[in-house]
């Protein structure tokens, strides 16, 4: 096996064991460790990460998944990547969402790109409908903003300071190239935060007009169904 396909240092060390596992299959921690140049101790320790995200899955060796070697007097496991873990190959979503939207853009019937935004607002929202477990605006926000955090995206819920209303706040945007290009993706997000929170969402504030942060502020109407 050689090293030089897996770099093991920096920020990319999940991401190399990732890789590893990608191609070689099952494995056990000392072959991985060899492997990547690395001990077994840092090993485990970006295994745990992984398999707490739901990339890694393990399970007990036997002669069929091919580890070579155990512990002495402990039991021995090998570890692949799950389903979701061997989704995370490539990286050329960035490049086909940029060029996807450029051709919205350039859609000249304002009517027919509306609906077009409004369908991709609905399945932007399709995708975490089963997350929200709220049964008030506030707390469907919060469904959210829990989402958004396990995406990497700082952001808070908190009462609009006048009218007592639910705001989510973004501290960073989803997606910030696209927002750059054309507004429109924003119009999505809105969209797609007015089927999750099942009330009329307004975006009170945004950093490309100039403000430190996003604002949706959620309307007090009754809560969809």
Same mark, same amino acid.
């Given at each position: 096996?050689?090293?030089?396909?897996?770099?093991?240092? &920096?920020?990319?060390?999940?991401?190399?064991?990732?890789?590893?596992?990608?191609?070689?299959?099952?494995?056990?921690?000392?072959?991985?460790?060899?492997?990547?140049?690395?001990?077994?101790?840092?090993?485990?320790?970006?295994?745990?990460?992984?398999?707490? &995200?739901?990339?890694?899955?393990?399970?007990?060796?036997?002669?069929?998944?091919?580890? +070579?070697?155990?512990?002495?007097?402990?039991?021995?496991?090998?570890?692949? %990547?799950?389903?979701?873990?061997?989704?995370?190959?490539?990286?050329?979503?960035?490049?086909?969402? %940029?060029?996807?939207?450029? =051709?919205?853009?350039?859609?000249?019937?304002?009517?027919?790109?509306?609906? %077009?935004?409004?369908?991709?607002?609905?399945?932007?929202?399709?995708?975490?409908?089963? +997350?929200?477990?709220?049964?008030?605006?506030?707390?469907?926000?919060?469904?959210?903003?829990?989402?958004?955090? =396990?995406?990497?995206?700082?952001?808070?819920?908190?009462?609009?300071?006048?009218?007592?209303?639910?705001?989510?706040?973004?501290?960073?945007?989803?997606?910030?190239?696209?927002? =750059?290009?054309?507004?429109?993706?924003?119009?999505?997000?809105?969209?797609?935060?007015?089927?999750?929170?099942?009330?009329?969402?307004?975006?009170?504030?945004?950093?490309?007009? &100039?403000?430190?942060?996003?604002?949706?502020?959620?309307?007090?109407?009754?809560?969809?169904?």
């Amino acid at each position: 096996m050689s090293t030089s396909r897996f770099p093991s240092d &920096g920020r990319g060390s999940d991401a190399a064991l990732i890789e590893l596992l990608r191609v070689e299959g099952s494995l056990g921690i000392g072959d991985m460790a060899g492997a990547l140049g690395v001990t077994a101790t840092a090993v485990r320790q970006r295994l745990d990460r992984l398999m707490r &995200g739901g990339l890694v899955d393990r399970r007990q060796a036997t002669p069929a998944n091919g580890l +070579r070697s155990a512990g002495r007097g402990r039991p021995a496991h090998v570890y692949s %990547l799950t389903e979701e873990g061997r989704r995370t190959g490539g990286d050329n979503f960035r490049d086909l969402s %940029l060029v996807l939207w450029r =051709e919205i853009r350039g859609i000249r019937d304002p009517e027919v790109r509306r609906g %077009l935004l409004a369908r991709v607002g609905s399945a932007m929202a399709g995708a975490y409908r089963d +997350r929200m477990t709220g049964e008030t605006p506030a707390q469907r926000l919060e469904n959210v903003a829990e989402i958004f955090r =396990e995406r990497r995206l700082s952001c808070s819920v908190e009462p609009e300071a006048t009218g007592g209303l639910p705001v989510l706040t973004t501290y960073s945007c989803p997606y910030p190239e696209l927002a =750059e290009q054309d507004r429109g993706i924003c119009a999505a997000e809105r969209i797609m935060l007015e089927e999750l929170v099942g009330t009329d969402v307004q975006l009170s504030e945004c950093r490309l007009d &100039g403000a430190s942060c996003c604002r949706f502020t959620a309307s007090a109407g009754t809560q969809a169904t």
